[in-house]
């Protein structure tokens, strides 16, 4: 697993984000080839050495190949991004970059996602800078993508429908619900550097902790003397805090294992379908997955979707929650799983013999609970309701001494694979 943290406090843009992945070890050839397969001779890509305020930083110069370029709706450059040859997590992250990119520039020029066009930030170079930044976080295996606050800017900037204020409203309808401030004149970010950030970042809050691997700094086309016009990437292995280790004891810590929980919000999938993508899940190996029901902008009535799984078992659950599901994007964060030891034993109830689950740790019992699906199918046989067979499976267990506190049984069976 990997963990990046942007700092956008000098501002962002599309091509200072990609800059400082490009410079934090992203493979520049693996960023041309996804920008090549979406617009196929459009666009060169160009890395320098340059110095912003006296920092080093790495420029990317995104330019055209030909002078002259149609504007294209979001409907066109979805339709280019759906059939291009790139890696799931490279189209899913784009589409939903470009899609809330979309959304920002309808709602300021009043008119249809889908008729808007990308004029004011120009169809190649955001098409470049997008499909760039998500395959360089893909080149990159990067997991987990927080950002702190983001210097917008302030004054007026000159644009294609004349003189606007900073920071520009489509930056302003992007930044929505995101931390911000001024950081200095002129304009700090743009739509496609907001509409990156604020889409594929789970969330504004401080560096977070990390085992630092390297740091990207990518320099935008200005060079404001005494500020350097640079965008930050942190990269490096997620660790969890000091405080946190210390409210293990040694008995905690040698049950805690590293764990990757997987989420997305779903507003247009048919609820009858729901139960066989849990399924799905937990088949394709999640420890566990599950539904909270929750309410969308507009009040749309929704679903977050979760995904418990060892970090090994990330990438393929992943990819089932794109198959599975309508869900454009997907966000994960490292959690600290800690289990009790489990194992089987059986007692006797009406006439039959029903496994118990008994969870315990340093050799005493913390739990001991009875399977569902026997006691269910034992119900059924005798006519009776399935929480009186549950009801007597609990008192024969706790019959048998396996009670919150009592010794371990040497007689557990293992837990079932």
């Known amino acids: 697993m990997r963990a990046a943290w942007v700092d956008a406090s000098a501002g962002i843009a599309g091509d200072m984000l990609l800059a400082a992945l490009v410079d934090g070890g992203a493979a520049l050839s693996t960023v041309r080839a996804a920008v090549e397969a979406v617009v196929p001779g459009e666009v060169r890509l160009a890395q320098t050495q340059v110095t912003r305020a006296g920092m080093r930083a790495t420029r990317i110069h995104v330019t055209p190949s030909d002078d002259d370029h149609a504007h294209r709706t979001w409907r066109d450059v979805r339709r280019l991004i759906e059939q291009a040859p790139l890696a799931d997590p490279v189209r899913a992250s784009a589409l939903a970059a470009f899609a809330r990119l979309a959304v920002a520039e309808a ?33 990159l295996a990067v997991t987990d993508l927080t950002a702190g606050p983001v210097a917008l800017g302030a004054g007026r900037v000159t644009t294609a429908h004349g003189e606007l204020p900073v920071p ?45 691997e390297r740091t990207g700094i990518g320099a935008g086309s200005r060079d404001t003397p005494g500020r350097p016009n640079v965008t930050r990437v942190f990269l490096g292995a997620p660790a969890l805090a000091t405080t946190l280790d210390s409210a293990f004891d040694a008995s905690d810590a040698s049950d805690a294992s590293e764990a990757v929980v997987l989420e997305t919000n779903v507003d247009d999938l048919d609820p009858r379908a729901w139960p066989s993508v849990l399924t799905s899940l937990m088949e394709a190996g999640a420890s566990d997955a599950w539904l909270t029901p929750i309410l969308m902008k507009k009040g749309r009535p929704a679903h977050t979707l979760s995904v418990l799984c060892p970090p090994q078992g990330a990438q393929p659950l992943r990819d089932a929650v794109f198959r599975l599901t309508t869900t454009l994007g997907v966000r994960e964060r490292p959690v600290r799983k800690t289990e009790l030891q489990r194992g089987w034993t059986h007692v006797d109830v009406l006439g039959s013999r029903l496994p118990v689950k008994v969870g315990h740790r340093c050799g005493r019992i913390l739990q001991a609970t009875p399977e569902f699906a026997p006691a269910a199918a034992l119900a ?24 919150s506190s009592a010794p371990t049984p040497h007689t557990l069976a293992p837990e079932p694979a």
């Open 380 to 403: 059924a046989r005798l006519g009776l309701p399935v929480h009186t067979v549950l009801a007597a499976t609990t008192t024969a267990a706790q019959q048998a001494g396996l009670t």
């Open 168 to 212: 520009a409203p489509a930056v302003a309808e992007l930044a929505a619900e995101w931390q911000v401030f001024a950081g200095g004149e002129g304009e700090l970010a743009t739509p496609t550097g907001m509409a990156l950030l604020t889409t594929l970042a789970r969330e504004c809050s401080p560096l977070p902790h990390l085992l630092l």
């Open 107 to 139: 709602h300021v020029h009043g008119t249809t996602t889908e008729e808007v066009h990308f004029h004011e930030v120009g169809a190649w170079d955001s098409i470049a800078d997008v499909v760039g930044v998500c395959a360089a976080l893909h080149d």
